[in-house]
């Protein structure tokens, strides 16, 4: 088959080469569907003209200036498919391939390649974009659209049968059952495939969204529920119980992960501009610029490009395997110098959009340049990876949900957990799952699926404690094996030893490594101000917490390290402090059960039961057994001096002892 017309979504005619014919007027877009669907291709020149030109001055001369803007545009590219008479227009249906007809042709004689063509492109409402006002062809579109709508959607039906009975791809089922309601929103068939067929991929959330979505839609299209049988495929997905998804990924990861398989954001850092031929601004030009790609190349959740410039290292300035085109952000830099006085003028852009998301004026320091060593060079590229995991998690967000990459989940996930709320947890934990089903082994995704772990147990969601720690270890474990050098892992790595296995001198031990990979990987310092809460030097532990906040200063889930301070200030005596920053986090997230334990210790100490007993009842509707037993059995153990102080302040505010 050679060239392509495309009468379901957008109008489209694509040669044979791949390639699409340019955009037509409306009425040369109508003429060209009404002759494709005439039953052999011809049509005469009298019925077109009054179809579409019913009530023109001179119908019959429209439609010739219709056939000119035809033939031009098939003359441009090659093409002869369409051929014009005194008496009549025809199109050689022998060698074009037009999706109306073969929906028709399909429904009444199925076959599974053909349908599998058709309901494999990208496919909506008939001529949608072909506002064509006379009333002849209005009468001609609606019969025309009801009838090879109904057979497209007959063949998608058909389709959908012989995917799921003989349990094919998923992600083929999604498709065809979307492209059905592109066209017919309300269809509950289509809806129970996307239903089953996120449930079989275990996702149980985007589920049960599915259902959410048709009772919507039913309700504002038809005024109706969903029929029983959704109903109670609905009851069937929520009281599924899951497999261990975790040991099936850990058997099916590979030995090693193609570091292409993660879509990253591309940096691109502009050589910075001096005026004029300074050696002393260029030098400080290219310094600066090259600290910069030094310390966002650190963090391997991004591809930094740009290199060093000629001159200092044998580094080409341009990378010749990367194309400008995938460029996500830029960073620009301009030094400027007047009198004794030089500045470098810093910015970042967003090359989908152009915004200026970030910008930064700095006086550099000539000693701390020539040292290696800049603290501001290391800021600015703090800020800006800040900035841009900020916005990345933004953009993962405004994604269609079914058009996530392995590396969106990712970043949802990590939104969600931090909530704390067991629906918000359970949802992270399904887009983990995606992230590992998309790119299986993903390391840093089987990282922060242990670290989720870790919330299941301390919030108390975990059905199989043990079980639960035992999945947690062995996907940290692996994860390090994909990825020995990752700052992330090896961060959580760190956490888990000391909060779920309490080694602390192993989990100190993999912070350090850490920060080897990466010294601003803020989760490293405020993993490693927990465990230092843990050891009994709360001091190092709020310093260790003011520099992830230096690192994060844009924390949007600043509730877990602010749990934290608070914990590392009652320990340090700073009771008035911890309840300020307790009351904080209540105010912002009373989910996080980790917080009340530190609140109710430092109002007892500061004699302030009447004040702790709201709090003590508050937590007691999502932990009833919490008691001074409780602690001691379950909260990491400390120093015994601080052991003692601790439970003598819950005591104090009013903790039952069992």
């Known amino acids: 088959m050679g060239d392509k017309l495309f009468l379901f979504g957008q109008f489209k005619w694509e040669l044979a080469s791949g390639q699409a014919m340019p955009k037509l007027r409306d009425k040369t877009t109508a003429l060209i569907a009404f002759i494709a669907l005439s039953p052999d291709g011809t049509i005469r020149r009298q019925a077109a003209a009054e179809l579409l030109w019913e009530n023109g001055k001179d119908p019959l001369a429209s ?56 309901i494999l492109n990208d496919l909506g409402r008939f001529l949608v974009d072909c506002p064509v006002d006379t009333e002849v062809f209005s009468d001609w579109l609606h019969l025309e659209r009801t009838r090879r709508e109904e057979d497209l959607e007959n063949v998608s039906l058909l389709l959908l049968d012989f995917l799921e009975n003989d349990a094919l791809s998923s992600a083929e089922i999604k498709h065809v059952a979307r492209a059905i309601l592109k066209f017919d929103q309300t269809n509950e068939r289509a809806y129970r495939s996307l239903m089953n067929a996120y449930s079989n991929e275990d996702d149980r959330a985007s589920a049960l969204r599915q259902f959410d979505i048709c009772k919507d839609v039913l309700k504002r299209e038809l005024s109706v529920e969903p029929s029983e049988e959704t109903t109670q495929l609905a009851q069937k997905i929520k009281s599924k119980k899951s497999a261990s998804f975790e040991q099936q990924i850990l058997v099916s990861a590979p030995s090693h992960l193609l570091d292409e398989a993660i879509i990253k954001p591309n940096i691109y850092v502009q050589d910075f501009k001096t005026k004029g031929n300074d050696p002393i601004l260029d030098f400080v030009a290219q310094t600066f610029r090259s600290d910069i790609c030094e310390q966002l190349s650190r963090n391997e959740r991004f591809s930094v490009r740009g290199g060093i410039a000629d001159g200092m290292l044998a580094i080409n300035r341009e990378d010749t395997n990367f194309s400008h085109s995938d460029i996500s952000y830029q960073i620009k830099g301009n030094v400027i110098s007047f009198a004794e006085n030089t500045a470098i003028l810093l910015q970042m852009v967003d090359e989908s959009s152009g915004d200026i998301l970030w910008m930064k004026r700095i006086k550099p320091e000539m000693k701390a340049l020539l040292s290696g060593a ?23 967000k405004r994604v269609a949900d079914d058009q996530l990459t392995s590396r969106q989940c990712l970043l949802r996930a990590i939104s969600l957990m931090f909530r704390f709320s067991e629906a918000a947890v359970f949802e992270a934990k399904q887009y983990l799952h995606r992230a590992l089903m998309q790119t299986p082994g993903y390391p840093e995704a089987m990282s922060w699926l242990a670290f989720l772990k870790s919330i299941e147990l301390g919030q108390g969601y975990a059905s199989d404690p043990q079980a639960t720690r035992e999945e947690a270890g062995a996907l940290i474990r692996r994860s390090i094996e994909l990825s020995p050098g990752s700052d992330i892992g090896l961060a959580i790595a760190g956490h888990l030893e000391a909060f779920v296995y309490h080694d602390f001198a192993t989990a100190l031990e993999y912070f350090d490594r850490s920060l ?31 520099r992830c906040r230096q690192i994060m200063p844009f924390d949007a889930h600043p509730y877990y390290f602010d749990t934290a301070r608070c914990i590392a200030s009652m320990l340090s005596g700073r009771y008035e402090d911890a309840v300020r920053i307790g009351r904080k986090v209540l105010r912002n997230n009373p989910n996080f059960h980790a917080n009340y334990r530190p609140l109710l210790c430092s109002l007892g100490h500061l004699g302030r039961a009447e004040e702790a ?37 819950l005591r104090l505010a009013g903790v039952a002892e069992e």
């Open 63 to 118: 439609l010739r200036q219709s056939v000119r803007e035809i033939r031009d545009m098939e003359r441009s590219f090659g093409s002869d498919l369409f051929q014009a008479n005194a008496q009549y227009l025809s199109l050689d249906l022998e060698r074009i391939w037009v999706d109306a007809r073969i929906a028709t042709e399909c429904s009444s004689n199925f076959d599974v390649s053909i349908a599998k063509q058709l």
């Open 374 to 396: 800049d603290e501001q060079a290391i800021l600015a590229a703090i800020e800006i990876y800040s900035m841009i995991e900020l916005k990345e998690t933004d953009k993962s």
């Open 516 to 546: 080897d990979a990466n010294p601003n990987c803020a989760y490293t310092w405020g993993f490693s101000a927990i465990t230092h809460c843990y050891v009994g030097k709360p001091d190092e532990a709020l310093r260790l917490l003011g």
């Open 613 to 649: 007993a709201p709090v003590r009842r508050e937590f007691q509707k999502f932990q009833p057994d919490f008691s001074v037993n409780w602690h001691l059995e379950n909260y990491p153990p400390l120093d015994k001096e601080i052991t003692e102080n601790y439970v003598n302040g």
